[in-house]
Nanobody, 115 residues
Framework: VQLQASGGGLVQAGGSLRLSCAAS????????MGWYRQAPGKQREFVAT???????NYADSVKARFTISRDNAKNTVDLQMNSLKAGDTAVYYC??????????WGKGTLVTVSS
């Protein structure tokens, strides 16, 4: 399974960005897809995940600001990020797995929020 993320960039605080991730290869094996992020000097952290059936989880820090969505037919997962804060600055990674965890990782896409 290969994951290709896109959509990062530079945005002012309070602005919005949309990240997209497309899975290819043996994507029928995938149950959960999601997003993780790693800020400078910090460990990678969970942002949001969505299962094939539509079950969604968010990190508390992004609830009510970020929305994850998925298109099972296209094997894509998107992350709509609104009301961005400087603390959201990080490299965002798309992840996927056959069960509840993350087995496959894409290359990250940088999101920079200027204050």
């Amino acid at each position: 399974v290969q994951l290709q993320a896109s959509g990062g960039g530079l945005v002012q605080a309070g602005g919005s960005l949309r990240l997209s991730c497309a899975a290819s290869g043996s994507s029928s094996r995938i149950n959960v897809m999601g997003w993780y992020r790693q800020a400078p000097g910090k460990q990678r952290e969970f942002v949001a995940t969505i299962t094939r059936a539509g079950g969604i989880n968010y990190a508390d820090s992004v609830k009510a600001r970020f929305t994850i969505s998925r298109d099972n037919a296209k094997n894509t997962v998107d992350l709509q990020m609104n009301s961005l804060k400087a603390g959201d600055t990080a490299v965002y990674y798309c992840g996927a797995g056959p069960y509840s965890g993350t087995t496959y990782w894409g290359k990250g896409t940088l999101v920079t929020v200027s204050s």
